[in-house]
């Protein structure tokens, strides 16, 4: 018994004598996405101190992006985050073109917005529908998973990979819109209408849902930017900020769309911004591909790469705004074929350490209500 | 204005050196005046949002250039005094990335640190952003930072001796295994 | 007096192990261990669409306790290696467990510090699927290969020393 106290002291830090209960959940628990882990101290139901702890799921991508071309380090940025692979292939790409400092022909970053938007759906919908099972409505997960097949299948015509993309490559996109793409897309916009018009009838003015969910977690916008946020969690606590707007890059200036903003950072109005958000992509989607098809159907795909990629020296920092928020690559080159250094940002890593702020006061449900809206992901999490 | 002058206006004698880089500017500034400095830079240059924090490790960088020095000195056979130089050069740099909110620009803050003295003060009282990216900085390359309220390993398990991101540190490891307590015995 | 039955392969013996095969085959529930992305797959197969409760693991238990195979789905890390031990360890028998994904079979792509290579060498696994990650079919056609390994499995068959030990006592 001594010694196992021992243990948790070590992995907790040390532990006060008073009247709270310590409590464990995960890392593996049905409510804690993947491998995390919170320890909470509780005062009868109410959080008194909740402390995650991550790394359960740290593979040394950034150790391995040293040791790997450039190229051959595009697959690892798929297990980032895994919801949205897409967004993480174009970041990283991104990143290395500006390194290179190339200019993709309009072609391919047309297809890189049609399918960034459609792997941001994907993402949302995923959050949305696992919110719903965490807080006992099942139904809509149902609804919404069903639906994201349809946008898997557009993925694997593209690129031959449901999950894991590895979509285009330095300099451009591989292949152009699947021919099939052409039919599906109508159809597709209207099931993805549909499917979240089902979960917002579900959801939205089910009175249990706006009991567990107005007012929970509410987060004032000056502590949200202090601690970092970026993405829907900043976008629900009011500010209008957008990395799309603020500093476009490929074509997205050239569309026009909303941003949803919220007002009391709670988890209800995260759950609203990623349903608007939804609407706001297939709306991106649609001019995109009105604009893609003003192009001449034999337009270049790719830019001209060197097959060994050895950029000059330098270092440089290149951030788009992915599902969760700012998703950025710094990447050192020392003139050889390899990265010197690779630093990922991810947007969920920010916003998972406030986790005590958010979540102090609250009672354990509210705890899981809270983490399923941040919308952790651990793959890029912890890298 | 362009941002490189109203950086060198608001730092004055605190600026280095400044490095610009397809549009990114990365600036230097002396160790002991990081926090000074980044304040600065919050209150009068308008960057209120930091972006991320992380360290990295020049080791094989040097060996690189001396090796280049080496090579090129024996073709010309050039007798320098370059070899006392290079034992000096600081092996750490810790980069704070910078946001300024209002005009969107971004900014790279770079502090040289030397390995006999792996310790810088905290930012954590300007940004709370700072925390777990400090925590990640001190488990990768062994930087402890000064005044930081948690200053534990935040990947790797507490009983881990090494620094992985270092570059001696092996890609595959030197086979640790963790073992809680009560399965060792 | 000598017990039949117990003996050699008798009628009742196969009769009750075909029973108890019988049972087990058509309903083994799943724990899923989806620790990365093969966990994104594995909800796909365990949702609608691919509907992985037609083949009887309808009930996704939560508790390693109430489970009968452990789908372990994604990387395991060394930080992890001790808690998977103890999930494998508050396992009720009979257990299974299927390694999904390059990660859980040898470690995959990531050759790396903090990765462990295959969960092999920590618990026993009875069924292994490549790919990264492997298709929600995959899955599937894993569960149904494992429905196989248990209805060829002998339960009491195996049991028999303990068995006539505990008759020969009776008596």
């Known amino acids: ?383 | 204005m362009s941002l490189k002058d109203r950086v060198a206006d608001i730092l004055g004698k605190d600026l280095v050196a400044l490095n610009e880089f397809r549009g990114d500017l990365c600036i230097e500034v002396p160790k002991g005046r990081i926090v000074q400095v980044l304040a600065k830079l919050k209150e009068e240059g308008g960057f209120d949002f930091l972006s991320d924090l992380f360290g990295v490790d020049n080791l094989d960088l040097y060996a690189k250039a001396a090796k280049k020095k080496k090579k090129s000195q024996e073709e010309s056979e050039d007798t320098g005094e370059t070899k006392g130089k290079e034992s000096v050069q600081p092996r750490f740099e810790v980069i704070y990335l910078l946001l300024s909110l209002s005009t969107n620009e971004r900014l790279q803050v770079m502090v040289r640190v030397p390995e006999d003295d792996l310790e810088l003060p905290t930012v954590t009282g300007l940004w709370k952003a700072a925390n777990w990216p400090e925590r990640e900085v001190f488990d990768m390359f062994g930087i402890r930072f000064k005044g930081h309220p948690n200053l534990r390993r935040l990947l790797m398990w507490d009983e881990f001796q090494d620094h992985p991101l270092r570059k001696d540190y092996p890609l595959e490891g030197k086979g640790e295994e963790r073992h809680l307590n009560y399965d060792i015995a | 007096m000598k017990f039949q039955a117990i003996q050699g392969e008798g009628w009742l013996l196969t009769k009750a192990e075909q029973l108890i095969n019988w049972g087990r085959s058509r309903s083994p529930w799943p724990f899923p261990y989806g620790t990365a992305c093969c966990g994104i797959e594995l909800m796909c197969a365990l949702a609608s669409g691919y509907d992985m409760a037609r083949f009887g693991a309808e009930r996704v238990a939560f508790t390693p306790r109430q489970c009968d195979v452990l789908i372990e789905a994604g990387t395991i890390t060394k930080k992890m290696v001790p808690v998977l031990k103890r999930i494998y360890a508050q396992m009720a028998e009979p257990k299974w467990v299927i390694a999904v994904g390059a990660c859980a079979c040898s470690g995959g792509v990531f050759r790396t510090y903090s990765t462990q290579q295959g969960i092999g060498s920590v618990i026993p696994v009875d069924i292994y699927i490549p790919g990264c990650p492997p298709r929600p079919e995959g899955i599937l056609y894993a569960l149904l290969k494992l429905i196989d390994k248990i209805e060829a499995d002998h339960p009491l068959y195996k049991q028999r020393p303990k068995l006539i030990e505990a008759l020969e006592a009776y008596k």
């Not at chain 1, 021992?6 to 830090?13: A, K, M, R, V, Y």
């Open chain 1, 1 to 383: 018994m001594a010694k196992q106290l021992e243990t948790i002291c070590i992995t907790t830090g040390p532990v006060e004598v008073g009247d709270y209960v310590t409590l464990n959940i995960g890392p593996i628990h049905p409510a804690m996405h993947g491998t995390l882990r919170v320890i909470t101290k509780t005062d009868g139901e109410t959080i008194v101190s909740a402390k995650p702890e991550i790394g359960y799921l740290h593979r040394g991508v950034e150790k391995l992006g040293e040791n790997l071309t450039y190229s051959q380090f595009l697959p690892i940025t798929d297990r980032l985050n895994y919801c949205s692979a897409i967004c993480n292939n174009v970041a990283y790409e991104m990143a290395v073109e500006k390194l290179l400092g190339l200019q993709v022909p309009p072609k391919a970053q047309l297809i890189r917005m049609i399918m960034m938007e459609l792997a941001r759906i994907a993402d949302h919908q995923v959050c949305v529908g696992i919110l719903g099972v965490d807080l006992g409505a099942l139904t809509p997960f149902f609804y919404l998973i069903i639906q994201r097949e349809e946008i898997y299948e557009i993925f694997e015509w593209h690129h031959g990979a449901r999950l894991t993309n590895s979509m285009g490559a330095i300099g451009g996109v591989e292949a152009d819109l699947p021919e099939r793409f052409h039919e599906k897309w109508p159809k597709l916009r209207d099931t993805i209408r549909k499917a979240n018009d089902e979960t917002d009838k579900l959801l939205t003015h089910n009175r249990i849902w706006m009991d567990r969910t107005i007012g929970v977690n509410a987060f004032c916008a000056d502590d949200a930017l202090n601690w970092g946020f970026t993405g829907p969690m900043l976008r629900a606590c009011g500010v209008k900020r957008d990395l799309r707007k603020e500093e476009p890059y490929l074509m997205y200036d050239e569309v026009n769309f909303e941003i949803p903003t919220g007002k009391h950072g709670d988890v209800f109005d995260r759950y609203m911004v990623r349903m608007l958000e939804m609407e706001e992509s297939v709306k991106i989607i649609d001019q995109a591909y009105a604009l893609y098809k003003e192009l001449p159907e034999d337009a270049p795909l790719m830019k001209k790469v060197p097959k060994i990629i050895k950029p000059p020296e330098g270092q440089i920092y290149h951030a788009i705004e992915s599902p969760n928020g700012e998703l950025g690559f710094f990447i050192k080159s020392d003139g050889s074929d390899k990265p010197y250094r690779i630093k990922i940002r991810p947007p969920c890593y920010m916003v998972y350490q406030a986790f005590e702020d958010l979540v102090k006061g609250e009672m354990i449900s509210d705890l899981i209500a809270c983490l399923s809206s941040l919308n952790v992901i651990a793959g890029e999490l912890d890298r």
